[in-house]
């Protein structure tokens, strides 16, 4: 099914000489044995659009093809039997306003009148969905299938795929039974055998299949009583606490569940001979799911269990697909994981066809792009949270809840130190990183609203505005450039002024259309090359950018550093007094100044000085080998007691850096934000004499007046509970933003919010409001920092 979608939106978008190969007839994977649900709502706002986009598709293949996809929009339920669940709902809805999802919270009474086969004492509430339903899924695939036949692409059927070969010229050979063919590009849409198709690329690839059960009743009366009362078929409902979904199917229903108790299926390899089988039905696994749903839908008591059907389907270690050309490999391109192909598969094959024909995938897809799996993404890591993922589903994660499968992949040498200080971790991109430091007796207790971490991360962040703290940075990625051609590659790649030896900039990264790829500092190491820090979790999808545009000739030699370069910071007003005391070298104000960069000695140890610290205060950070990492955190906590030197972790280092309302990637700066936009545009030369990637369309903005939104900060009149991220922007009673993250600013005592407004707006004084947990509180547009507005503490 995501083949077809790809191929006719290539077909689509004007690539019509393209031709997708099926090894035996189609559907012969995950799909024909798919349950056909497909809704709209997702946690992640940007894969809700892309669903939304799958659903509204099917009219349009169907008018096209004039093969029908069997398309049933019933509107549907979710269900909440906890008040946490409820919150989340919430939190659904209100993200869905600015989407334009139509979707509402209703009473568990409200719900039982839609869906009368639900108990209502079971449940709190509910969320009411408009755009759910269920389809054929081989008939949706075919109707895929004959629109792109329609627009010219072709399909070959019993057309295995055997062996990928990369030509000098990048090209592909693709060899099969029937002959070769000759390819610029490679598509890896394999489904259920997306590991084998990129071994044949010398890839593998994070994916692994899972067993999965729905059980079909035989004809039910109370199913027969609604569609004629209604006229209706019964609507879809999901129930999160029973982990279930169920919909009408014929006369009776159809009830699926994501058990517990889930089950790999084939972890190495999946067999070729693999077609239209199904799996054996396993009924012990799935019963405790099926009892709360009996339990919740008393008239499945009375109903005859007609066939369970158990089926194998794909998941990444995240349950989001893996999308766009994988880092390294020329015109291979993929589109495999998709687990819920029938609310997805639309938006993956106009993301995909949109970045191989445009070379941007014209949405924000970081949610499902390939690059945010690296290498370290290893089988067992896959194994370990694909498990994790099935288990959880319909679970709810929290904000403050890290999972805990497959860890601890990635330490730095620092590890077994931080966690003796109480360190609690979370892991990005595979590393344990420091949360915060939780007294003896203390850890996180789950929750939408301040948390058990409140006090201790406050205690943190007010160390370091009133002396001095300490934090590990080896989570960033970083980055070596070196070569002959070094300055003149990173003055055409990023937008910045060139910073001069021995000094550092902030360095933002376009693409073609002027939008944000990338935000860096940039440091000039002079004979050694230039570093570069950035986002750690976006280290392989900056790679594949570099390397999509490192020069041939080999004048620029790249490395990204990974855990090869470990990191410390110091901050607070104390820190230049701990700096000196573990240093010879002259770290004066006068000496050592704002965004100065120098090899000295610390303690023993060479290390890279940086004057720059992303808690917007007087800081440091120290860059040096994973062998001396130990010897001078010692040092500086030991030159730091008489200061009360005090660790503190990301979260804290949130607090702060919201204080200064500095973004980061992945939230406030993403490929759909231009610099003007985000704010950065000061850090834009385009004045610089180097024609760097993006500065025709900055200049074309600029002539334009500038983009469309305007990255905001407000002060927010929050109680319990601060903002998480991707909630809905007011002005007056009209939703016209949303928020990108925030939370409380511990050292100013105020509950802070970063996020997106139409520039229209953007300078109104009053009027704001933002919506947490369901209710609208009031924000103040803050026009200055709340700490250090001057830079007097940054910079002085
Ligand atoms: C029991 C069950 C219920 C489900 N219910 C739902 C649901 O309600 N809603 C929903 O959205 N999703 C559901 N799914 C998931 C859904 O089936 C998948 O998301 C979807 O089918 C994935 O489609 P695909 O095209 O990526 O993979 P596949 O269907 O596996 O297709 C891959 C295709 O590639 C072909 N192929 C592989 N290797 C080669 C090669 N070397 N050469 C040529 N051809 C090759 C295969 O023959 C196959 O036809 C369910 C899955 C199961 C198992």
Known sequence: MVGCSVLYHLAKLGWTDSVLLERDELTSGSTWHAAGGMHTINGDPNVAKLQKYTIDLYREIEALSGQPTGLHLTGGVMLAATEARFDWLKSIVAKGRYLGIEARIITAQRAHELMPLLDPSCFVGALETVVDGHLDPSGTTHAYAKAARKLGATIERFTKVEELIQNADRSWRLITAKGEIRADHVVNAGGLWAREVGRMAGREHPVLAMEHMYLITEDMPEVAAINQATGKEVMHAIDFDGELYLRQERGGMLMGTYEKACKVWSEHETPWSFGHELLTPDIDRIAPSLEVGFRHFPAFQRAGIKKIINGPFTFAPDGNPLVGPVPGLAGYWCACGVMAGFSQGGGVGLALANWMIHGDPGFDVWAMDVARFGSWA???????????????????????????????????????????????????????????????????????????????????????????????????????????????????????????????????????????????????????????????????????????????????????????????????????????????????????????????????????????????????????????????????????????????????????????????????????????????????????????????????????????????????????????????????????????????????????????????????????????????????????????????????
């Open 378 to 796: 290893s089988k067992a890591y896959t194994n370990a949270k694909v498990r994790e993922n099935y288990a959880r589903r319909f679970s709810i994660r929290f904000p403050n809840e890290e999972l805990p499968a497959a860890r601890p992949l990635k330490t730095s040498p620092l590890y077994d130190r931080l966690k003796a200080q109480g360190a609690q971790f979370g892991a990005a991109a595979g590393l344990e990183v420091p949360l915060w430091y939780a007294p003896p007796g203390t850890r996180d207790e789950f929750s939408w609203r301040r948390s058990t971490d409140f006090q201790t991360v406050g205690a943190e962040a007010r160390a370091v505005r009133d002396g001095v703290g300490l934090i590990e940075t080896t989570g960033f990625a970083k980055y070596g450039v070196r070569g002959t051609g070094a300055h003149d590659w990173l003055d055409r790649l990023l937008a910045c002024r060139m910073p001069s030896p021995a000094r550092m900039t902030l360095a933002p990264m376009l693409k073609h259309d002027g939008r944000l790829i990338g935000d860096f500092t940039l440091a000039n190491l002079g004979a050694e090359g230039f570093l570069l820090v950035g986002s750690g979790v976006a280290e392989d999808y900056h790679m594949r950018w570099f390397m999509q545009h490192l020069p041939k000739n080999g004048s620029v030699q790249l490395a990204a550093h990974g855990l090869g370069l470990c990191g410390l910071a110091i901050a607070g007003p104390q820190a230049r007094k701990v700096l000196s005391a573990v240093t010879k070298a002259d770290v004066s104000a006068p000496a050592f100044k704002f965004m100065d960069v120098r090899r000295i000695e610390v303690g023993m140890a060479s290390a890279l000085l940086a004057r720059v610290s992303y808690t917007g205060d007087l800081g440091y950070e120290i860059w040096c080998d994973p062998a001396n990492q130990v010897h001078i955190f010692d040092a500086l906590m030991s030159a730091g007691a008489e200061f009360g030197i005090r660790l503190f972790g990301a979260r804290a280092l949130n607090s702060l850096r919201l204080e200064k309302a500095y973004g980061s990637w992945a939230r406030e700066y993403r490929p759909i934000y231009s610099p003007l936009e985000a704010g950065l545009d000061r850090f834009v030369a385009c004045d610089k004499y180097a024609d760097f990637i993006g500065k025709r369309a900055v200049l074309r903005e600029k002539a334009d007046g500038g983009g469309r939104m305007r990255l905001r900060c407000f002060a927010v009149d929050a109680e319990d509970a601060d903002v998480i991220g991707d909630e809905p922007i007011w002005q007056g009673e009209t939703v016209c933003g949303w928020v990108t993250s925030g939370g409380y600013a511990h050292a100013s005592g105020v509950s802070v919010a970063l996020g997106y407004v139409p520039k229209e707006t953007a300078e109104s004084d009053s009027g704001w409001s933002i919506e947490i947990l369901g209710r609208r509180r009031t924000a103040r547009l803050q026009r200055r920092a709340l700490f250090d507005p001057d830079g007097k503490r940054l910079q002085g």
